[in-house]
Structures are given as structure tokens and as C-alpha cells.
């Protein structure tokens, strides 16, 4: 049965409530990852958030934790992943929809994890997606004072920031390729957005931010219940980015929602920064 044939049926009980809508950019599972919890000599915990986790990336490129693994390895820096990863999310899933005891017992057991695994503090942590950075920078209320005390010695540092220290002393030549920036709203709220355009400026000759960037209305699982939100939200966008081929973000989510409208293949800036490093192997 063909993508327009599943749509076509969805769609159908998407209007009458039943289900969300097919979507054919969703990606498939995302592959087993090795957990490194006792690595020796780490230097960073890396915490892979639940969207990296579970889907791929696009177009067969390796997933995002194997290839943040990589730029760290090439630049000099060792990643520790939690072992128990599997059983935590930074509680936005069920904060945004008004749970907040769910999202504040999810929130808790994953401050207390990261806690153990950052030595108590002391490593800084990578989160590869910035929505799932900001939730972790303004928790939700209602945390115990223990973990408020754990959180606030916590150093979050979003895949921004990460990648543009691991290139910082870098000087290779700049890509010849020309591509698309989508800055989340959580990049927005964190003051992110200039660096992240710097960063792909040092890594590509030619990067473009749609004039009318904004607000992809994907919202987590929104775009795919209420899919005419996420058809509003990028609709100029999408006119803006015609004829260009590749599109960077830093949420997952947020890449489908692009996706969906645009037929741009978006996926995360790591894979621009690892494309970048690749000239000093190839």
C-alpha cells in the first residue's frame, strides 16, 4: 500500500478525531546505540534525547549518536551515555500537555541519573536536541528541593554550543554547498540562533535563514493530530526555501514538520559539522 493511499485513508479519521495523520517524512526506528556508562576518562555525559532515540536519521546517514560520537572522538573529546538512559525524558512530552506530575516524577528520577553520571556535577552535559535543552534549563514546577540542588550544579550545554567548540580551533575550508538553516523556537528562546548560524558559516560557503522563519507548528505530536497547524506555521517558509536541497535544525520533530511542507530534507547540523571534519580523513 502506497504513502498517498495510507494518507489518503488517514486523513479520514483524522478529521473525525480517531487518529493522527500519516506522515510519510516520519523517520523509521533509530538503531541500538552502545551504552557507555563506565567509560574511563569521559569528559562530557552525552544525554541522546527520546526523539534521537527513537527515530533515524534521513537519506542512510548514520544516527545522530553515532555521529556526535564521532565529531567528539575526531576533536578530542570523550562521551559518557547513562546507562539506564532508556527509562527518562527531560519531561516536556508531558509537561507541554498540562501532566505535570508525570512530567515532575520523569523530570526528577532524570536530574538524579544525570547527577550520578556528570560526577556529581562536574562533567557538562550535551543534549542533542534544544528543545529538550530548554525544558532542562527551565524545569517544571513543582521539582524537590533535592533535585532543584542537583539541577542547578547541572551544566546543560545544547548542540550549538557543543559543536561549535568542537570546531572552534579548526580551519578547514568551508564546504561548497549552499543550505537551508531552521532555528527552533527553543534556539530562539536560548539566544542560540546567531551561533548557530556561525557555526554553519564556518562549515559551508552559502547559508541561508528564510526571511520568514519561525514557528514550524509541529509541536511534538501536534503537526501530526492537527496537521493544518503545522501547514499554517510553514507556509511562507516554505515559499522561501524552493529549489534548495538541504536543511539543517536540531530537533527531530521539527525536521518532519519542515519536511512536510517544504519536500527539503532536513536533519541535524551535526551532520554538517561531521561533513565538515571529514576533510582531514578523506
Known amino acids: 500500500m502506497g504513502n498517498q493511499v495510507v494518507k ?16 510519510e517524512y516520519l523517520p523509521r ?9 563506565n567509560k574511563e576518562g569521559a569528559t ?20 545522530l549518536v553515532n555521529t556526535l560520537n564521532t565529531i567528539a572522538t575526531r576533536t578530542g573529546i570523550s562521551l559518557r551515555i547513562p546507562e539506564d538512559i532508556h527509562s527518562t525524558c ?35 552535559i550535551l543534549v542533542d536536541t534544544s528543545p529538550c535543552t530548554y525544558q532542562f534549563l527551565h524545569p517544571t514546577p513543582g521539582l524537590s528541593k533535592v533535585a532543584l540542588e542537583k539541577l542547578d550544579q547541572l551544566k546543560f550545554v545544547d548542540i550549538i554550543q557543543f559543536l561549535s567548540q568542537c570546531i572552534a580551533d579548526k580551519d578547514y575550508p568551508a564546504l561548497n554547498n549552499k543550505i537551508v538553516l531552521h532555528p527552533t523556537c527553543s534556539t530562539e528562546k536560548m539566544g542560540d540562533r546567531k551561533q548557530m548560524v556561525s557555526l554553519a558559516e564556518k562549515c559551508t560557503k552559502e547559508v541561508i535563514v528564510p526571511i520568514h522563519w519561525g514557528c514550524c507548528g509541529f509541536a511534538g505530536d501536534r503537526g501530526l493530530i492537527v496537521p493544518e497547524l503545522n501547514q499554517s506555521a ?17 530537533s527531530r520533530t521539527c525536521e518532519v514538520g519542515m519536511m512536510s511542507n517544504t519536500e527539503l530534507n532536513y536533519i541535524s547540523i551535526a551532520y554538517l559539522v561531521k561533513e565538515y571534519l571529514d576533510q582531514a580523513v578523506n
Open 8 to 23: 489518503s485513508v488517514s486523513k479520514i479519521f483524522n478529521r473525525i478525531g480517531l487518529l493522527p495523520l500519516w506522515n
Open 29 to 37: 526506528s533509530a538503531e541500538k546505540f552502545t551504552i557507555v556508562e
Open 44 to 63: 562530557w555525559v552525552y544525554y541522546p534525547s527520546c526523539l534521537t532515540r527513537v527515530f533515524s536519521s534521513s537519506n542512510g546517514n548514520s544516527n
Open 90 to 124: 527531560c519531561s516536556q512530552v508531558f509537561s507541554s500537555k498540562g501532566y505535570e506530575e508525570a512530567a515532575n516524577n520523569i523530570q526528577e528520577k532524570t536530574i538524579h541519573l544525570i547527577w550520578e553520571s556528570s560526577n556529581n556535577g562536574v562533567l557538562p
Open 234 to 250: 510553514t507556509i511562507y517558509e516554505a515559499n522561501d526555501v524552493q529549489g534548495q536541497t538541504s536543511g539543517y535544525s536540531t
